[in-house]
């Protein structure tokens, strides 16, 4: 009898069939949270792209408030030790960040910030662009 049980013990488990659809299942699932995950970091980089800008673009304002309605020449006009202030912690223009490259246009009379996508579609869905005054366009 000892023989035995010992030796039913020792054959249970799983058969490579019941592992085989386990495996089925998980893959399946996956198909279905993968592309949900992916849809969610598009949007998180496309909402990080728009509140850089508006950062870019209140710096600017900011900037323009305290020196009499001139705006800064550049990017490092608003930051520490150019200003003190700082008006921004770190620089965005000509840099990729959060799946976007920024771009920057400068002058006395105003501003243009464009975000693009570094992978359209993959990184980020649009190319939004922010002009002088705060106006945000996709």
Known sequence: LKNRLKRFLSLTGFTLVEIMI???????????AIPGLLRTRVTANNTAAQAT?????????MFAAANAGTYPADE??????????????????????????????WNPAGYTFVATPVSLNVSGTTTYTMTTGSLLTP
Do not use: H, W
């Open 53 to 61: 800008l508006k950062a870019l673009s209140s710096a600017a304002e």
């Open 76 to 105: 490092d006009s608003l930051m520490s030790p150019a200003a003190t202030p700082s008006y921004l912690n770190r620089s965005y223009c000509g840099t990729a960040y959060s799946g976007f490259t920024f771009t920057c246009q």
């Open 22 to 32: 386990v495996v089925a299942i998980i893959a399946l699932l996956a198909s279905f």
